[in-house]
């Protein structure tokens, strides 16, 4: 008798962390181009931001209530440190509204950016998600209400760029 591996749905978790890799790899062609290139550099910083910007509001207003509701007490720090370290990746993004490649700040903003996602991935994916993982928050359910909520986030962001 076959006892074959069903492989378990794609959850939430598992959506966040493609949108992790997804982040890096941004994060990565950036170091990659030509420093001359601030055509490509600027690309690449506002498709980065508009990832974390979309990433970060479904963790706040999905993942992170669902785990404050489910997680022990001491767990829940965990939870409270992701926000925080939410509020400095979006004071980071903040200042690309203006910031452009070239001018002064702008690679070092980029380079902290950076830094803080990296340190925020790996928290979650090392001390948070596996906490998560085992409570019964249904994270298949969890993952299509994310799904929708990126998708409009998406549409909006389409939206604002066609306006301008």
């Avoid at 598992?14 to 290139?37: C, G, N, P, T, V």
């Amino acid at each position: 008798m076959s006892t074959a591996h069903t492989p378990r749905p794609v959850d939430a978790l598992d959506m966040l962390e493609a949108d992790h890799r997804a982040i890096e790899q941004l994060f990565d062609a950036f170091e990659r181009a030509d420093a001359a290139d601030h055509e490509r550099r600027n690309t690449l910083v506002q498709r980065a931001c508009e990832l974390l910007t979309i990433h970060t509001i479904v963790e706040e207003e999905l993942l992170y209530p669902a785990a404050q509701t489910a997680l022990a007490a001491h767990d829940r720090i965990d939870v409270d440190e992701a926000y925080v370290e939410h509020f400095l990746v979006k004071t980071l993004i903040d200042r690309f509204a203006t910031l452009k490649a070239g001018e002064d700040g702008f690679d070092a903003t980029f380079k902290v950016l950076r830094e803080n996602t990296a340190h925020h991935i790996e928290e979650e994916e090392t001390t948070l998600f596996p906490a998560v993982r085992k409570t019964q928050i249904d994270l298949v359910t969890l993952s299509a209400k994310m799904a929708a909520r990126k998708k409009t986030l998406q549409e909006r962001i389409a939206e604002t760029a066609a306006a301008h």
